[in-house]
T-cell receptor, first 112, second 114 residues
Framework: GESVGLHLPTLSVQEGDNSIINCAYS??????FIWYKQESGKGPQFIID?????DKRQGQRVTVLLNKTVKHLSLQIAATQPGDSAVYFC???????????FGAGTRLAVHP | EAGVAQSPRYKIIEKRQSVAFWCNPI?????LYWYQQILGQGPKLLIQ????????DSQLPKDRFSAERLKGVDSTLKIQPAKLEDSAVYLC????????????FGQGTRLTVV
């Protein structure tokens, strides 16, 4: 299938390791953030979200951390699996849910 | 539940030609979005519909792009005339309301303008 992000920064990890994907957002007024996963040839898939009144939120094998002071967002994936290989995008919503601004994305490559 | 359907899957056209993409959202979803995703970048919102009305088209190049959502269900996005820089994946998404958390994306249409 076609690749979504041939020129994206790549994070390479070994299967079973933990992965941390980072994102710097631009708008200090953004109060809602989402991480999406996009596999080759597919549309983005919602992973986890967090509101600005929270610092951390956990899902199944994933954790999102928000640092509003430095406008930084991270996605942690525990026990990374080959099926986690994809491009990951953070998206911010300035002032509500009406609009999403996507970041450039990071490619996660999981090696056996 | 069926997902968001898009067609065609791929399209190659010459510059200055016209092209149209079709999207069928998830049944019952009031909000429909069209995004443009250039290779190596995140998706960029082109237009957002609530039922058959436009909510946001601020980033739609209106001199060449148009979109409609007649009857508040299916939608078409048209480019006329196409330019080389329009080469991208065009993604359609839908949600029950206006909240993007509920948005489900289609597989997209890969457009190549030569």
């Amino acid at each position: 299938g076609e690749s979504v992000g041939l020129h994206l920064p790549t994070l390479s990890v070994q299967e079973g390791d933990n992965s941390i994907i980072n994102c710097a957002y631009s708008n200090s007024a953004s109060d809602y953030f989402i991480w999406y996963k996009q596999e080759s040839g597919k549309g983005p898939q919602f992973i986890i979200d967090i509101r600005s009144n929270m610092d951390k939120r956990q899902g199944q094998r994933v954790t999102v951390l928000l640092n509003k002071t430095v406008k930084h967002l991270s996605l942690q994936i525990a026990a990374t699996q080959p099926g986690d290989s994809a491009v990951y995008f953070c998206a911010e919503s300035p002032g509500g849910y009406n609009k999403l601004i996507f970041g450039a994305g990071t490619r996660l490559a999981v090696h056996p | 539940e069926a997902g968001v359907a898009q067609s065609p899957r791929y399209k190659i056209i010459e510059k200055r030609q016209s092209v149209a993409f079709w999207c069928n959202p998830i049944s019952g979803h009031a909000t429909l979005y069209w995004y443009q995703q250039i290779l190596g970048q995140g998706p960029k919102l082109l237009i957002q519909f609530q039922n058959n009305g436009v909510v946001d088209d601020s980033q739609l190049p209106k001199d060449r792009f148009s979109a409609e959502r007649l009857k508040g269900v299916d939608s078409t996005l048209k480019i006329q005339p196409a330019k080389l820089e329009d080469s991208a994946v065009y993604l359609c998404a839908s949600s029950l309301g206006g909240a993007h958390t509920e948005a489900f994306f289609g597989q997209g249409t890969r457009l190549t303008v030569v």
